[in-house]
């Protein structure tokens, strides 16, 4: 008799339909990257909708890759999965932050439960971009041109570099974003649900701006901005 018990969705459970060589999809990521760091560093005050034209060249590799939503992460069909396996561990990380902050006494000074709920609702927004940009984007890149490799496994520790990179120099936003990075591509290629890591990512990261001291996240600010 065939179990009829629950299992997580196989990362490869809906192939992207129109596949491409592993070279041209490294190809590809690597120009998007270069014109994301090129905007960080050179172009955001000069032409500030740059920001433009890596997104339509994202956009534009879904539509030639005829890459669903639900390939990209944004149509779940179990989308409780993710929650229940690994909601328990993102909210006993959102008690510590807590907890270490009422700690050491680095809550930020006039934090509200209503606003620590405005920042909560627009990290969501902006958590679910960057997911979607590191995970629908990069990381599926990054798989497919592993593919067949013995480099494939390496796959979510290439993502958190890339995540981290887009920081630099801010050395604390690059190890919270390399460790959290890694975790998000494991649980991305495991369960494909983005509102489930965009949550996660807005929860921690609005913690993480209301207890961590200026003088150690430097005001959450990366590129040439950062003082």
Do not use: D
Not at 112 to 126: K, Q
């Amino acid at each position: 008799m065939k179990s009829t018990s629950a299992t997580a969705p196989s990362p490869h459970a809906e192939p992207s339909p129109r596949t491409t060589s592993g070279w041209l999809s490294a190809l590809e990521a690597a120009v998007v990257f270069t014109l994301i760091i090129l905007y960080i560093w050179r172009l955001q005050r000069r032409a500030g909708a740059f920001w433009i034209v890596p997104l339509a060249i994202v956009i534009a590799s879904h539509v030639y890759r005829h890459e669903s939503l639900a390939f990209l992460g944004f149509r779940v069909q179990r989308p409780g999965l993710a929650f229940r396996a690994w909601g328990p561990w993102v909210l006993a990380l959102a008690v510590i932050i807590v907890a270490l902050g009422a700690t050491l006494h680095t809550v930020r000074p006039g934090a509200t439960p209503l606003g620590a709920l405005e920042i909560l609702a627009g990290y969501f927004v902006w958590g679910l971009f960057q997911q979607y940009v590191l995970n629908g984007y990069f990381l599926n890149r990054i798989v497919q041109s592993l593919h067949g490799t013995r480099a494939a496994a390496l796959a979510p520790l290439i993502a958190g570099a890339v995540f981290a990179t887009v920081h630099v120099p801010n050395r604390f936003l690059m190890a919270v974003t390399f460790v959290a990075g890694c975790l998000c591509a494991i649980a991305f290629l495991r369960y494909r649900n983005l509102w489930f890591l965009a949550a996660a990512h807005a929860l921690i990261g609005s913690l993480l701006v209301l207890v961590t001291p200026l003088s150690i996240a430097h005001g959450f600010i990366v590129g040439p901005n950062m003082r």
